[in-house]
């Protein structure tokens, strides 16, 4: 009858839903009508909300209602479900009980729906029940009997009442008789009836067929589905009937999954639930991330308030993610194991081409990291990454990941036991809250009186607990909860009410803690009235078990975690079969069944605790050894990493290290196994750990090992593996120092002095890399001058240069590959030092050595990091003015490394980096924009996440030069964070602030960010990059006592300290202004100094505009001969440049370039005294710098006067 759009109100509004009449005849519109007028007036959750009806002579009717983004009730409920079964019973229920509480206002009004169907009942995201099409709702009173005017039978066939079918009248029940047909095909993914239409109405009026699919359905519900299918209507439930007995069945289904020991019903927390409830409910659609924490000591219902409101959440359709951590477990990321293996769990039940959908960009990467992840995207490529890039790439895509699903339904996370968490789990989730899935629920629950120091420390400075939305104390129950809660214990255990004494006295001797309650009713004739606190009440229950039973308790409880249920057994001969049933009933341990068998844990940290708190140091330590070797033993048939992790904490808690050698040896081997898995994993912190225990049991045969003597490839890789992987700045130097004393292999050592060089780099400690690369070289026969002249470092270059320019003629393929040890170190030694070099300004230095390397790639071949010789060499050649040898080079270079396969990361990390300096020289700043994207994406394919996060820095200045509107750069920025969420560079970091302070200021005068720090950067080339930008911006707000200050701290030879980067030119642009204003009030001496100063920065200006694209840098140019022409005393000759530098620039989009001309246009018209021009001029400005963004840039030019 009518079509529906969506709509969005011209005021700007949120959008609607909008309902139009498709055929104007009478009946349709007075049913269109009526179909408003009949719930316009009505506010439930469940209905469709409708707004307003419009009927204007000459168009066509409509009315608006609001827009519902949502699935049809059968596809939510079943999501996911196979065929032949049932959905689970908690989401269905709860769906259900939704639609009898919309379908029962209708009804309360008098009215009925008459066409109820799965498409008419949509679910939303947050799983609300709305229903809406009522265009053949009507009031009972209604004459028509479920027909047209016309005499056509209203509704949907497979969905009518068998009266409403055959054209009798239709009242409430017929409603009810939809919601039956829905309800059969809820539970067996089919209709009860099927056919054409006469065949639906002639089956209607027969019995319901035996339907094996409904037999598996538990008796209640399958008989309230037959007596919502009844043919007579009077034999139907009504409405207020459905919502009696859906509830009785959801609390039916609560008591049949509750935890065993626990009570069906929360007691005593139902404010703490009320509060979880209403914060879920309105925080849909934030566009970050919730975080709630839920604390309270040892045994007060954390973990059953989280149990209780989980199952509101599965009710509503959200995906729950459930952790938990364990003391005494050691996997890699233990905060978040078991979150993962239930997001495994949920994407195996998908759909494939849902699955896909979800793919991440690195999927192999995520999989490497999180093994259990691995069959979901099969790939053939596993991208070769260092533990650091390894862990930066997987918490990258795991946020990628999750953000993608909370698109698709409302994610919650739930972690109990969050004291026990590790750093890297920390970390993770740190980063996820960084680039945050909007849709992300984060529920932790902990303990404040527990917890490691140095994790409570981590914790106590980490966004996990700093930014909390619900912050949740659970404090110990009111004396009626416990009196309560001891109640309904006593008849759920025991079957049986307690007299009124005997509960007083056990609420009274627990102290409202719940567990406590538990216990003691679980052993009301076992107890003495002296146990007056938790833990002596255990140790008395202890010491009442039976002999198999406690000693199958202890080994559980030093398990630290779940233990196959076949092992513990084993483990303990001395424990019947039943011994775990037993231990179960009495509540002293759980057990699941899962696929890989029966696995026992526990039941509550406090009964761990003091069952092993009762062990004697001899009889822990026995227990420790035998739960290693079971737990190795299946390491070994399984190579399952988790039991190899769990085996050697047993191994390491047992007592104090092995006196045999061999012993000692054998888990020295495991250890670092289980390092390298770890780190392999991107658990930093958990492989330092086995490296660090590696050490310690490998310790007999270390100086042996140092000689190149036994068990030298052991000691060396449990060495270097510590040292990669440790975080301590003091640590790693101990150990890099240790492995450079060594006597090493040749390969061994050039894989540890790079590798120590690199690092130091990264890490910016320049200082360190020149004094221990000097070292090194000199130890190789190169020694490094420590001083240079300019025209010794200039001959080395050009030689250098020259040398590789001869290379023009000759593929790059064709270079050897350096097979000499010795040589090859050397030379993979160099780019870190000069590098490093560069930073600290000693250029002189950095060219003497860049001409080295180069002259050797020449001569000897290629190696790993060649790649870093031949780009600085070509942007060498660029800056001294030779651009067609220096752009022919690095053509050569990028076409070497599209062909290669074999190609170092360190070389393609280069290439991506230099590649961004080379393209601004050929191509405009937009299209260079739009090369950044495509090329962080190629970085983050291989993993080259220390170049990405260059990318981000870098990408993100480049915006400015590319016009970009302000608005837009900080969300394209976070962007590229969200992936490149490496350890970057402390100066990526540095520089990205900066760029976000930069954008504020000139947006809104103001910024959160803090302003950049000169002193600050490590780093050359961001120390310039970033002074240039201040410059620049002191410039542009005519501010020049403080430009002033920022231009002397620049290099004099800022293009090489620049690296030949295209903020040459914006520096050079904006220091010409700057001059051009001092030299006005100028002595003669300082003004001549500062023309020859300008003319300098013409010069760079000219080199770029001739030999590269003029488009972008002729404008800054021009400017900069305007300056001069005024300067000169040509005013009419300076208007006329500023006004071809304004014209230039804003066909280039370049907005800040084209207002700047436009600003000097005006002082230069004022100077002049063409008042009109100066006007004009300003205005042009200021249109410039609004279309550009910077709302407080324009604003400021009005507030300051024109300079003359």
Known sequence: MGEVYAARPSDGG??????????????????????????????????????????????????????????????????????????????????????????????????????????????????????????????????????????????????????????????????????????????????????????????????????????????????????????????????????????????????????????????????????????????????????????????????????????WLRGRGSLVLQGRCREHEAIPYKGVDEVIDGLSVYLHKLLPQEREALRPRGASTLAQAFPVLEDMWPSAQHPELSARELRAESRAELSALLAKLTHETDLVIQIDDFQWTDIDSIELLEAVLRSPPAGLTLILALRSDAGQPTIRERLEGSELLGRTDLDIELRPLSTSSAQRLTRLLAQQQHGRELDALTTERIALRSAGNPFFIIQLVQALSNVSAADSDLDAFIRTRLDLLPEGQRALLELIALAGGPLAGALALELCPEASTGAASQLQDSALIVRNEGRQGVWLETAHDRVREVTIAALSPERRAVLHHALGEGLLARHERTRDDGLLFRALDQFHASAAAPSCLEERLRLA???????????????????????????????????????????????????????????????????????????????????????????????????????????????????????????????????????????????????????????RTLMSMLPPIYLSLANLRQGKRARWLIGRHARMIARRGRHEGFSFGIGLTSIGLAIVGRASASQELWAQMCEFAEGEDTLSMRDRAAINIFSLFFEPRDRSFKDCLRQVQPRFDRCCDLGLHGTAAQFVSIGSMLHFEA??????????????????????????????????????????????????????????????????????????????????????????????????????????????????????????????????????????????????????????????????????????????????????????????????????????????????????????????????????????????????
């Open 963 to 1204: 016009g970009t509107p302000l608005d837009e750069v900080p969300p394209r920025i976070r962007e590229l964070e969200t992936r490149a969420r490496l350890e970057p560079h402390p100066d990526n970091e540095r520089a990205v602030r900066g760029t976000h302070w930069l954008i504020d200021r000139l947006r809104t005068g103001s910024s959160d960010a803090p302003a950049p720090e000169l002193d600050a950067f490590a780093s050359a080339f961001f120390h310039d990059t970033i002074a240039t930008r201040l410059v620049w911006l002191h410039v542009l707000y005519r501010d020049y006592a403080a430009a002033w200050p920022v231009a002397q701290a620049m290099s004099r030879d800022y293009e090489r300290s620049l690296y030949g980067y295209w903020a040459t030119t914006v520096f050079a642009t904006a220091a010409s202004v700057l001059l051009a204003e001092r030299a006005r009030s100028s002595s003669r001496q300082t003004r001549r100094r500062d023309l020859r100063a300008l003319h300098r920065h013409r010069a760079v200006l000219e080199r770029w505009t001739r030999f590269y694209r003029a488009e972008s840098y002729a404008p800054m140019l021009t400017l900069v001969d305007a300056e001069l022409a005024s300067l000169g005393g040509r005013p009419g000759d300076a208007l006329d440049l500023y006004m071809r530098a304004s014209e230039g620039a804003s066909e280039q989009q370049l907005q800040w370039l084209a207002g700047l001309a436009s600003q000097r246009l005006a002082t230069q018209a004022q100077r002049a005294g063409h008042k009109l021009f100066v006007d004009t001029a300003l205005e042009q400005c200021l249109a410039h710098y609004r279309a550009w963004g910077a709302q407080d840039l324009a604003a400021a030019q009005l507030r300051a006067p024109l300079s003359c």
């Open 14 to 311: 949120p959008c609607v839903a909008l309902k139009t009449l498709a055929r104007a005849s009478a009946s349709h519109l007075y049913r269109f009508k009526r179909e408003f007028r009949a719930l316009c007036d009505v506010h439930h959750p469940n209905l469709i909300e409708l707004l307003e009806l419009y009927i204007v002579d000459g168009e066509r009717p409509f009315f608006t209602m609001e827009l519902i983004a949502g699935e049809p009730f059968v596809h939510w409920v079943r999501r996911g479900t196979p065929t032949g079964e049932h959905p689970p019973l908690e989401r269905l229920l709860e769906a259900f009980r939704q639609l009898a509480a919309g379908l029962g206002v209708l009804h309360a009004r008098n009215c009925i729906h008459r066409d109820l169907k799965p498409s008419n009942i949509l679910v939303t995201r947050q799983g609300r029940v709305v229903l809406l099409d009522f265009g053949l709702v009507s009031e009972l009173e209604d004459p028509d009997q479920g027909m047209t005017h016309s005499g056509n039978i209203l509704g949907t066939p497979a969905y009518m009442a068998p009266e409403q079918a055959r054209g009798g009248r239709a009242d409430a029940a017929a409603d009810l008789y939809a919601v039956g047909v829905i309800l059969f095909e809820c539970l067996t993914g089919h209709r009860p009836h099927v056919g054409n239409f006469l065949e639906l109405l002639a089956r209607k009026h027969e019995p319901l067929l035996p339907c094996p699919e409904l037999d598996r359905v538990p008796e209640p519900l399958r008989d309230l589905c037959v007596e919502l299918l009844a043919r007579e209507p009077d034999e139907r439930p009504d409405v207020e009937e459905l919502s009696v007995r859906l509830d009785g069945l959801a609390s039916e289904e609560r008591r049949r999954v509750h935890v065993p020991g626990s009570p069906a019903e929360l007691v005593g927390r139902a404010r703490e639930l009320a509060q979880l409830r209403a914060l879920f409910n309105t925080t849909q659609g934030r566009a970050r991330p919730v975080v709630v924490h839920v604390r309270g000591p040892s045994g007060q219902g954390k973990s059953e308030l989280l149990r209780h409101f989980r199952g």
């Open 669 to 823: 081997r495991y250890s670092c196994l289980a390092g390298e898995r770890a780190m392999a994993q991107s658990s930093h912190a958990l492989a330092e750990t086995y490296f660090a225990r590696a050490q310690a049991l490998a310790a007999p045969f270390m100086d042996d090992a140092r000689c190149g003597g036994e068990h030298y490839a052991l000691c060396l890789a449990i060495t270097f593996g510590w040292a990669r992987v440790t975080d301590d700045p003091c640590v790693e130097d101990r150990l890099y120092d240790d492995l450079l004393a060594w006597t090493l292999t040749p390969a061994d050592y050039e894989n540890v002095a790079v590798e120590r060089l690199f690092r130091l780099f990264f890490n910016s400690r320049n200082e360190q890399v020149v004094a221990l690369g000097g070292a090194e070289l000199q130890r190789l026969g190169l020694r490094l001058p420590e001083h240079v002249s300019s025209l010794a470092a200039l001959w080395r270059f050009v030689r250098g240069a020259r040398a590789l320019s001869r290379l023009r003629d000759r593929p790059l393929v064709e270079l050897q590959i350096v097979a000499e040890p010795r040589q």
